[in-house]
């Protein structure tokens, strides 16, 4: 370590033999790059991985596992039966059972996630820190934000495509708590909708958008 004499007590200052022995094992054993290390994967929520980001999540309260409701959807055919197969560009290749569903975060979205918590940990519960809290999540994604339905509800507007994690993130993290009392959804509305042309350059006619899937 750098400057280890300054620790020693005045009274051994003078001890040759105190200070040969620290000065011994000071040269045989230096923490500093498993001190760097610390800081670098556990300290530093910038570059923290893994066990670290584990640590961060226990210390503002939510976790890198997640549960992702309903099933997968599996490409096939019609004899499967419409509850368990979709046709091209809806559904994925059968991959066998699902053994659980979980869902693992990435340590780069665990991240974001947990600094998403830590905000709305020291944040008011207002419709200003929910934004700001949307918009770190879901950077360069497009437009979300928070709707007061009135009536002690509110609605999560995301203007983009979310995938079934991104809703677990939402509804189960607890980066999103209402004020007590108050219940919310999740209404994902993936420009073009179908449309007239009243709404404007949002929507499109037949064809060339869907139509509003709901709420989750």
Do not use: C
């Not at 670098?40 to 992702?68: K, N």
């Amino acid at each position: 370590m750098e400057n280890y004499l300054e620790t020693v007590l005045s009274q051994y200052g003078n001890s040759p033999t105190l200070l040969s022995l620290i000065d011994s094992f000071n040269s045989s054993i230096d923490p500093s790059g498993n001190i760097d290390l610390f800081y670098q994967y556990v300290w530093d929520i910038t570059t923290a991985q893994g066990f670290g980001l584990d640590v961060w999540g226990r210390i503002v309260g939510v976790s890198r596992i997640l549960e992702i409701p309903g099933g997968v959807i599996d490409l096939g055919f019609e004899e499967a039966g419409t509850a368990s197969a979709a046709q091209f560009g809806q559904g994925v290749f059968y991959n066998g059972t699902q053994a659980t569903s979980n869902f693992t975060l990435s340590d780069d979205a665990f991240r974001t996630l947990i600094l998403a918590k830590a905000l709305a940990n020291i944040s008011q519960s207002n419709i200003h820190a929910y934004n700001t809290i949307l918009m770190s999540l879901f950077q360069g994604r497009g437009n979300a934000f928070v709707l007061d339905l009135g009536n002690m509800a509110m609605s999560l507007v995301f203007l983009f495509p979310l995938a079934d994690y991104e809703i677990a993130i939402i509804k189960q993290s607890g980066a999103f708590t209402p004020p007590t009392g108050v219940g919310f959804n999740v209404m994902v509305v993936p420009t073009p909708t179908f449309g007239f042309a009243e709404a404007g350059s949002a929507s499109n006619g037949f064809n060339q958008g869907t139509f509003f899937a709901g709420y989750s």
